[in-house]
């Protein structure tokens, strides 16, 4: 096995050889990526899983290689990211796999896969942990190994997803040694040329980056390495953007977009934040909609949930590839209009008051079809949510002055949920059976199969008393059944009985839908439940600290405003 330092060689480094060519001996074909080795093959040793420059000329187009890497924990972003480039009809690529685990299962799936030789554990690596940073200095070390050996490389992370071919658009800065995305909010330019530099404040995002093997470029990368070796505390796009930020300008000429860089002989040119997307740029900003731009790339940063949060993200943009199963699950699916009434989403300032007033409207029926989706066993598909005020990890005034952010805006479901809890096995005895969700799109999603499609029910919410308004089974027309409002437990149970084998059930409105529910040890479980489903708001200016905690049951609390905590004591959340 190749170590550390092979790895930062040029040499043969731990990284796939075996790319199971089709039988003709010499013929440099390669079986397409997708195409699985025959199951009565054996597995290759581990040992002929190496980076060689044999391997990447192998997969490259025009000199090429795109480069991922990951650990089993992330198989299903892998996976996508793959999905995504094949789609377009891109296959020079490789993916680093830093786990045997994932280096089997990608090897089994026809993908081309390469042995990083780091053994990590398999299990997700949390933002900012040793393990994170370990993973940030396999990312040097790869780009180390490739650079010498004179390929260009385009390193992303897993995280991120191609939406459109990215080689065209690169090819026409070939004289940039990189090309980098960037945190940017602000739009620099509002076409598709590089991003204006001398207004870039924002950090170098080397989620998505592409070297040329050039002289500076290969000096930069060995710099980093070094840099990154030596202190294990730096994070490698501090570090990054420490050294590249040592010069910045003049521009390399009038009209590329490039500058010089890093030593002052570095070529660097800045991928445009509308179309190489940001988790802000794409899910908030919506950017490149509002300047009629084709987004190149989506990498899910600023969110706040962890990797369920990205993968929710993903979900809700409908590039996210999950196996059939996610698309038919078992009970079916319950979903509801949210029917937000226009002055709450439209009138008066967007400030503070208008913002929470918006969301507790909105929480209080989640509240209601989480419940209705408990008791009758069915996946609830969360509703579109309505933000007034972006959310942030500093003081804010509501939006970023200067970005594209609309008012009010449909706002991911992390900016007020903890998508992360929401998604976590809690335990029975104290929380109650667990409620499984999906994203607002889902319904939309064209994976979603015709047999889930068609088997459908509307439920309309009517006044007890008017006509053709009674707890009953009988549809008023195929496909449409009128509900009483304020139901019982058992009513809910005694009516959809007849409609469990229905895999959508969708209710017109969940305003006084539900009268909750009759086993109080059960309400309080649920209860129980709900307090830890939501997250924060960030955050007012001038107090510490800024944040504000979202109350699921605000309701039952007369007079409650939204303000941050007074004391240290109150600092928590509301349960």
């Not at 590839?321 to 698309?327: A, C, I, K, S, V």
């Not at 066993?377 to 002055?401: A, E, I």
């Not at 088997?455 to 006044?463: A, I, T």
Request: charged letters at 20%; one cysteine or more; proline letters at 7%.
């Amino acid at each position: 096995m190749a170590d550390g330092n092979s790895l930062s060689s040029g040499q043969s480094v731990n990284i796939s050889q075996q790319m199971a060519r089709v039988s003709k001996p010499g013929s440099n074909q390669l079986r397409p990526i997708w195409e699985a080795p025959a199951r009565t093959s054996k597995m290759p040793p581990l040992s002929s899983f190496r980076l060689t420059k044999e391997l990447i000329g192998e997969r490259t187009k025009d000199n090429v290689i795109i480069v991922t890497f990951g650990n089993f924990a992330f198989m299903d972003f892998i996976l996508t990211w793959v999905k995504h480039l094949t789609d377009l009809g891109v296959s020079n690529l490789l993916v680093g796999a830093m786990d045997t685990n994932l280096l089997e299962a990608l090897y089994w799936k026809g993908i081309p896969v390469f042995d990083m030789g780091s053994h990590m554990s398999t299990i997700d690596v949390g933002w900012g942990s040793p393990t994170f940073h370990k993973m940030g200095r396999e990312k040097v070390l790869l780009i180390n190994a490739i650079l010498p050996l004179g390929f260009e490389l385009l390193m992303c992370d897993t995280d991120m997803v191609w939406l459109k071919n990215p080689l065209p658009y690169l090819a026409r800065y070939p004289d940039a040694d990189v090309l980098t995305s960037s945190d940017q909010v602000v739009p620099t330019v509002v076409d598709d040329r590089l991003a204006d530099w001398k207004q870039v404040g924002a950090a170098y995002n080397i989620g998505i980056f592409h070297w040329r093997s050039t002289e500076p470029s290969i000096k930069l990368a060995k710099e980093w390495k070094d840099m990154l070796l030596a202190d294990d505390k730096i994070w490698d796009q501090n570090g990054f953007n420490e050294l590249v930020r040592r010069q910045s300008g003049p521009a390399v000429d009038d009209d590329s977009g490039l500058f010089y860089a890093f030593d002052g002989n570095l070529k660097l040119g800045i991928l445009p934040e509308s179309i190489f997307c940001s988790g802000h740029t794409y899910f908030v900003q919506a950017m490149y909609e509002q300047l009629r731009l084709k987004p190149y790339a989506l990498h899910t940063t600023f969110q706040y949930a962890g990797t369920e949060g990205k993968r929710h993200r993903l979900r809700e943009a409908m590039v996210f590839y999950d196996p059939p199963e996610y698309y038919d699950a078992p009970g079916g699916f319950l979903s509801f209009k949210p029917s937000i009434p226009k002055n709450l989403l439209l009138d008066g300032e967007h400030n503070l008051e208008s913002h929470f007033a918006l969301i507790n409207y909105q929480m209080k029926h989640i509240r209601s079809a989480l419940a209705i989706a408990s008791l009758l066993n069915r996946t609830l598909v969360m509703p579109p949510l309505w933000c007034r005020l972006d959310r942030l990890w500093f003081p804010h005034p509501g939006v970023l002055v200067g970005s594209m952010t609309r008012q009010p805006f449909l706002c991911p479901l992390d900016h007020v949920f903890e998508v992360n809890v929401m998604l976590k096995d809690l335990a029975v005895e104290e929380f109650g059976p667990a409620i499984n969700i999906r994203e607002y799109s889902f319904l939309n999603n064209p994976l979603l199969p015709q047999h889930v499609k068609e088997s459908w029910l509307d439920v309309q919410l009517c006044q007890e008393g008017t006509e053709d308004c009674h707890a009953s089974n009988n549809t008023s027309r195929p496909g449409l059944l009128r509900f009483p409002k304020r139901s019982s437990e058992e009513m809910f149970k005694t009516v959809f009985s007849s409609f469990k084998d229905v895999k959508v059930i969708q209710f017109s409105s969940m305003e006084d839908a539900f009268l909750g529910f009759t086993d109080k040890m059960r309400e309080e479980k649920f209860r129980n439940r709900l307090k830890r489903y939501v997250g924060i708001w960030c955050c007012v200016d001038n107090h510490t600290p800024g944040h504000i905690y979202y109350d699921m049951y605000w309701d039952e609390k007369p007079g409650w405003k939204p303000a941050p905590p007074k004391t240290p004591e109150e600092d928590h959340p509301p349960f």
